[in-house]
C-alpha cells in the first residue's frame, strides 16, 4: 500500500504526514529519517483504529513544502492540496468520529497517569514556550488549541469543559452552519491558511504529538502497566 504523504521540512528537520491516514506522521532531522518512520507509524495508527496493517508499506511523497517554520519542534502550517476540496457527510461524519475517538483515547490516557503533577523530563522551550513536561500540562496543552483551531475557520468555540467536551461543542457550533461541507479556505493567523479538512487532520495529529510525549514519559515514571496505551504506541 502506498502511503500518501505531505513533507514539511527545512535545514534544521522534516515533517511528514501521511494524506491517507489522517494525523500519522513521522519527523526526523533529514527526509530520508521521517521517510523511514513512516511505515511504523502507520502500523500503529492502523492498531489504534483496529485495522489490520497491509504487509507492504510504502511512503511516496506528493506533495512538499518549504518551511520558516521550527519544524524541529513540530511547527507547521501546510495545507494539503486535498484539504481544499469539498467534503461529503459520509467522509466528514467519519473524520468527525476520528477526531473524537482521538480526544477520548487522550483522556483515557491522561487519568491513568497516577500523578499528574510529577515528570522526569528536563526544561525546554520551544516556539510556543516551555514544553510542557507533566501530565498535567501536556493535557491543558493539548485541549487548549480547541478555541484557536475552530477560530481559524470561523467558528466560535472555548475550551471549557475536558478535552473531549469542548471539541464536541466545536462541532455542534460547525453544524449549525448550513454550508460546513464545501470545506471553504480561510486565511487565518499569521498568514496561515485553514479549512475545515484541515482543522480536523490538526487535532488528531496534535493530539499523537503529545500524546507520544505523555505515554513515553509516564511509562518511565511509573509502573507502566498502569499506563493505558489507548494509542497503541510502540513500546
Known sequence: ????????????????????????????KTKEIALEKMP???KSYLKWRGKTSP????????????????????????????????????????????????ADDFLMLYNSVP???????????????????????????????????????????????TIVECRKMGFDELERHSNYLCNKVFNGSYDEQWSLKKVLRRFVWHDRIHAKALFRMASFAFDADYILNTFKFEK
Open 115 to 161: 500523578d499528574k503533577n510529577s515528570s522526569t523530563l528536563p526544561h525546554r522551550k520551544t516556539f510556543y514556550g516551555d514544553v510542557p513536561r507533566t501530565a498535567e500540562e501536556m493535557y491543558k496543552h493539548t485541549k487548549n488549541v480547541n478555541a484557536y483551531y475552530w477560530g481559524e475557520i470561523g467558528i466560535k468555540a472555548n475550551n471549557t469543559g
Open 40 to 42: 511504523n507509524e502507520i
Open 1 to 28: 500500500m502506498i502511503i500518501r504523504c505531505i513533507l514539511e521540512h527545512n535545514e534544521f528537520g522534516a515533517l511528514l504526514y501521511a494524506e491517507n491516514f489522517t494525523g500519522a506522521f513521522s519527523r526526523g
Open 55 to 102: 504487509k507492504i508499506l510504502e511512503p511516496k511523497i506528493i506533495q512538499e513544502k518549504i518551511s520558516c517554520l521550527n519544524i524541529a519542534d513540530a511547527d507547521t502550517d501546510v495545507l494539503f492540496d486535498s484539504e481544499k476540496e469539498p467534503l461529503s457527510e459520509n467522509e466528514y461524519f467519519e473524520l468527525k468520529r476520528l477526531a473524537l475517538k482521538s
